[in-house]
Structure formats: structure tokens, C-alpha cells
């Protein structure tokens, strides 16, 4: 399988995830089994086929993430050379120049984009069109609602 990047505060996040379902949610479900079965008959017990269906996803979502900590490359963002282009990791402050609004954007992993928070993937038309990019340039982007006109107004390594 081919590595997949991912930050470091994105690696820690994903730690935590498969700490908290190995240590807290695995126990607490094999317990809810375990109470569900001293009730009887399997057969009509919804407890106990409610916390097998629960632990089916626990144990799914385990492997996912074991799976993704294993062929991730891991990019910590303050061991990058500070060349103020736009790669991986890095924080990018951008003017819309068509509508004069400004976003910023973190350039993330897959698994790690959530556009809520800012966060974009690197493999989005967005971070595509800024890749490279230094202060004062101008990327064209095809983005889902057309072409925008983006000028890089500041790269931070955070």
C-alpha cells in the first residue's frame, strides 16, 4: 500500500481515537455483552445484539485506523524548511480576489480535512492550485463552484 501524509497533530489525533476504543470502548462493550448474555436467550436480546453490532464498528474503526498509522507519512510542519512556499502541513492565508474575502486554509491529509475548521485536503482543486506557491502569487483554482483567482497573502509553518 502506497503512504498516505499525514500531519503530526493529525498522527497524535488518530492515537488518541485508537487509545480511547482500545482502553475505554472495547471494555465497556464487552461488558455490555457479557451483562446482555446473563439475560438469556440470545435470540429476542436486543442489548446484546445492539452491543455485538457496536462492537463489530469498534473493532472495524480499530483496524481503519491501525491500518492508516501504518502507511501514513508522517509531516511534522515545524521540521520543514521555512522556504515561504506552500506544501503540506503549512498554514495559508488567501484573499478570493473575485468576491475580496479572505480564508485560511491548513493543507492536511485526507483523513484529516474538515473545511469546518479550515482544513483542506491536499488532494483538493484548492490546495492542488496553491501547491508551490509563495506571498504575492496568484493561483488559478477550478473549485467545485468554478474557477477562482487566489492570491497568497501569508504561509505560516505552524
Known sequence: MTQVPLT???????????EHLKKIERPRIIEAIAEAR???DLKENAEYHAAR???GFVEGRIKEIEGKLSNAQIIDVAQLP???????????DV???????EHTYVIVG????DIKQGKISVSSPI???L??????DVAMVDAPAGKRELEVLEVRYE
Open 131 to 136: 501547491i508551490g506557491k509563495g506571498e504575492g
Open 38 to 40: 446473563a439475560h438469556g
Open 53 to 55: 453490532e457496536q462492537q
Open 82 to 92: 521555512r522556504t515561504g512556499k506552500v506544501v503540506f502541513g503549512v498554514t495559508v
Open 127 to 129: 490546495a492542488r492550485g
Open 8 to 18: 503530526a497533530r493529525g498522527a497524535e489525533q488518530l492515537r488518541a481515537e485508537l
Open 110 to 113: 485526507d483523513d484529516e480535512a
Open 95 to 101: 484573499l478570493d480576489v473575485d468576491k475580496d474575502e
